[in-house]
């Protein structure tokens, strides 16, 4: 659900899930956007469990929230010291998640396929792979946080989140860079789009990506 509202009735940065499982129980939860500049000041347990009660008609559950859970990832490359000598981190270790939704699966077994890549080349992984992430990753998400800064605005989402969900185009240029499907061989208008704005983004991080 790409509209998360919190118990007072207010639209939150993120979004809410619901995957059924195997044994009939659903893997249900939420996940909100925080920065150094705008914290998140929720509490997740009980936002979970508002949103699981709000749910409960749709997939007919039943019985009480099991086992909550929750835990802070590193985005857009917020990680340093990535590497050493014959170690490297991947995936949400690395901070290779996407800051626009919180997507890290395909960066894991992306970053877990360059990362062999490198060790079979005999590169030194201390420099090769910081460089690597820079290089596939720096941009995009450099461009992505402060984006995402954006979506933690209080008054934004109410305002542009409709607007958005009704056109077409912006759906698909959304999709396409929260999905991390814009790939260096594209040379469409949103992809030269993409990848100047990322340029620009880096020259005027204070921190860059993976640094």
């Avoid at 985005?75 to 949400?92: C, F, Q």
């Avoid at 990362?115 to 450099?142: K, M």
């Avoid at 077409?168 to 999905?179: D, E, P, Q």
Wanted: glycine share 12%.
């Amino acid at each position: 659900h790409l509209e998360l509202r919190g118990e007072d009735g207010d639209v939150l940065a993120g979004y809410g899930w619901v995957f059924p499982l195997s044994d009939g129980e659903v893997n249900i939860g939420v996940g909100t956007l925080a920065t150094a500049r705008r914290p998140a000041q929720i509490r997740l347990r009980s936002l979970i469990q508002h949103y699981a009660d709000a749910r409960r008609d749709d997939w007919q559950l039943d019985g009480p929230v099991r086992l909550p859970a929750s835990a802070l990832l590193p985005m857009g490359g917020a990680v340093s010291h990535v590497a050493g000598y014959n170690w490297a981190l991947i995936g949400d270790a690395a901070g290779c998640v996407n800051p626009l939704n919180g997507e890290g699966i395909d960066y894991g077994l992306e970053t877990g396929r360059l990362v062999a890549e490198l060790i079979a080349a005999q590169r030194h992984l201390g420099t090769g792979w910081p460089a690597t992430l820079r290089h596939h990753y720096g941009e995009a998400f450099s461009i992505a946080r402060r984006l995402a800064g954006l979506l933690t605005l209080p008054r934004l989402l109410p305002l542009a989140g409709p607007v958005g969900m009704r056109s077409r185009a912006l759906m698909t240029v959304a999709l396409r860079v929260m999905g991390n499907l814009v790939t260096e061989e594209d040379r469409d208008l949103t992809a030269r789009a993409w990848r100047a704005a990322g340029r620009a983004s880096v020259r005027l991080d204070e921190r860059a990506p993976f640094s």
